[in-house]
């Protein structure tokens, strides 16, 4: 009923609330914030505020509240939401899929995926970076936080930021529930060498207009990343200092284990993704 009276008004012109059809679903640290940034330049894209957690955290809120987070949208126009934490959180396929049932008969997914190794050190970055705001105090060194017991270079699997890069079990349990088509992964390291390139195809899988030029990315050398340019606006935009900041420099030891550790995980990702991501 919602969605009836959306859909007429959509049609008068006017701009209405609209259950999102495009979720970005994931990976935690892998530049989820960049691709939602760089979409939301696109005329034919609008995305709800901040992460809004509704399959995972505020389900039981309802579907009502869900369309109060959307923005006003106008025909042509899609719905984007980010929560990167759904694609690790156990029920949410679930929910999504009853979802789709009712509301959205077809969705499309977007997931970024980055060297697992480097998405943990980031996310051990961003986790520390919690524990000294909240409690003033630092996290032990990422060596520690990893290792089991201090025990001969065991990795520590069941630490929750280890468990996030094996991608492959999450991505199997997403695929028990939704067809392949319905899935575009995007490279977080091309996001960020090539974001023309990955994003034309990103542009691609959603079935909108070709808006994207090479003008529209810029390299900031003091960001050390690109940053991004609107039609409106001259000055580019970069996304703020929780993005993009200094890792700690690991024991080579331990990132060679870690790697050790991932790599079956991702050459079985490459299989079900169809991309050889290349990660060392
Ligand atoms: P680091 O801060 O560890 O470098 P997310 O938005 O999913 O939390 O991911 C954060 C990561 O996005 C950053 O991790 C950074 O490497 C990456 N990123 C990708 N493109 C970026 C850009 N244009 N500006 C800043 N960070 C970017």
New binding site residues.
Partial sequence: QLETEATIASKQGEAVKRFPTTLIIG?????????L?ILRLHPQVKSCGPEVHFFDQRYPRGLQWYLDQTPDVRAGQQTIEKT?SYFVVKGVPERILEYSKSINKSLKFLV?F?DPT?RA??DY??LNLGVQTKYHRALKPFEQMVIKNNSALKIDTSWGVIKTGVYAKHLERWLRYFPREWFHFVS?EE??NN?FQEIKRVERFLEIKPYFRKANFVFNEK?G????RGAAKKNER??GK????A?PTVDPRILSELRRYYRPFNEQLYKMTDRNFQWP
């Fill in positions: 990976v935690r640290k892998a530049g989820t914030r960049a691709l940034a990167p970024i980055r480097v050190v980031s970055v961003q977080g996001l960020v974001p960001k990343f690109p940053c991004f970069c996304l929780t993005k993009g900041r890792h």
